[in-house]
């Protein structure tokens, strides 16, 4: 399988050498490398180029490909993705450092498995420097062990129709998902849509490895960070949270419904039960006793269990301030 490794760059020159280092460090390298800039006033540039060059004495096609104007990131990474003409495509961030074995072992799950559509791993966190923190992705984020048999089982749709624990910088995929699920729809980070659309339309599963070490610092467009306590208690937070989650759930469904994706009836009945929990948690009235009936109708239906926290979330959407909608 040809590999196609999609780098986009936007004055990455402090951390950018490391990642390119570690792209030559594969004990299986690329076949081609897409480096994406989205219009750098740094020395990215300049370090691509001379990545390109020594890529090249080992064998790997670099094509680079420099946007006249800021794309952002979302954009950029469209472009990289449809530029490249491997059969599996693998997102790289600048700031990162891919493990050795991360696209060997990637490639040998996706020949074990020809259905497979997009497999995602965890990383190790590291600081700055490149110091590890002593925490893994995978704990920051909060994934459970029930979520992860859920991948293995072929059901990531009811994972990632709740929340989404896929980080594109963990991420591979086969290029016959960008058929369906580009461009990336309005409000959607690209990982986390074609997360989505990729378990709506076919199979996902999680490489529980840590593949890459996940560079935190004060310049990442992205990171991976728990929340502190009063964030998880502030109630406006939950609410734009709960409302950002159902706009996102209608731009999916309109793609389904557009004819654009072609997911099979579970799926589909899936999203609709998705779309109906939103509808109720984002339309609660103003006066508390008012919730009760909604909130325990939606409790008793299953909803909160499986699109939000259960229990928990269901007594904030009773007790949350007047406006209810709290997400929780």
């Known amino acids: 399988m040809r590999v196609s490794v999609v780098l986009c760059t936007y004055n990455g020159e402090r951390f950018l050498d490391a990642q390119l280092d570690s792209l030559l460090a594969q004990t299986r390298l690329p076949d081609e490398v897409i480096a994406s800039d989205d219009a750098s006033s740094d020395g990215t540039w300049a370090r691509l180029q001379a990545f390109a060059e020594r890529a090249g004495g080992r064998g790997i096609e670099v094509r680079l490909q420099r946007n006249?104007?800021?794309?952002?990131?979302?954009?950029?990474?469209?472009?990289?993705?449809?530029?490249?003409?491997?059969?599996?495509?693998?997102?790289?961030?600048?700031?990162?450092?891919?493990?050795?074995?991360r696209i060997e072992l990637c490639v040998k799950a996706f020949a074990r498995d020809p259905g497979l559509l997009l497999l995602h791993t965890d990383a190790r966190l590291v600081d700055a420097a490149g110091?590890?923190?002593?925490?893994?992705?995978?704990?920051?984020?909060?994934?459970?062990?029930?979520?992860?048999?859920?991948?293995?089982?072929?059901?990531?749709?009811?994972?990632?129709?709740?929340?989404?624990?896929?980080?594109?910088?963990?991420?591979?995929?086969?290029?016959?998902?960008?058929?369906q699920a580009l461009p990336v729809a309005e409000g959607w980070v690209h990982?986390?849509?074609?997360?989505?659309?990729?378990?709506?339309?076919?199979?996902v599963n999680t490489l529980e490895e840590t593949t890459i070490d996940y560079r935190q610092h004060g310049g990442n467009q992205l990171g991976a960070r728990k929340r502190s306590l009063g964030e998880r208690a502030d109630a406006g937070a939950r609410r734009d949270y709960r409302e950002a989650m159902a706009a996102k759930m209608c731009a999916l469904a309109w793609r389904v419904d557009a004819g654009g994706l072609q997911p099979p009836d579970d799926a589909r009945e899936l999203l609709r039960e998705r779309l109906r929990h939103d509808r109720v948690r984002t339309s609660l009235p103003r006066a508390r006793w008012q919730r009760i009936a909604p909130v325990l109708g939606e409790l008793r239906a299953g909803g909160y269990a499986r699109f939000g926290t259960g229990l928990r979330g269901a007594?904030?959407?009773?007790?949350?301030?007047?406006?209810?909608?709290?997400?929780?």
């Open 68 to 101: 006249p104007a800021n794309l952002g990131y979302v954009h950029n990474f469209e472009q990289g993705l449809q530029a490249a003409g491997g059969e599996l495509l693998f997102p790289c961030d600048q700031d990162d450092a891919w493990h050795p074995r």
């Open 131 to 179: 110091e590890p923190l002593g925490r893994r992705l995978f704990e920051v984020l909060g994934v459970t062990a029930g979520e992860l048999t859920a991948m293995h089982a072929g059901r990531a749709a009811e994972v990632l129709l709740r929340r989404n624990i896929v980080t594109g910088a963990t991420m591979a995929l086969r290029r016959e998902l960008l058929a």
């Open 191 to 203: 990982d986390e849509w074609l997360a989505a659309v990729a378990a709506l339309v076919g199979r």
């Open 315 to 328: 007594l904030l959407d009773l007790v949350g301030p007047p406006g209810g909608r709290d997400a929780g």
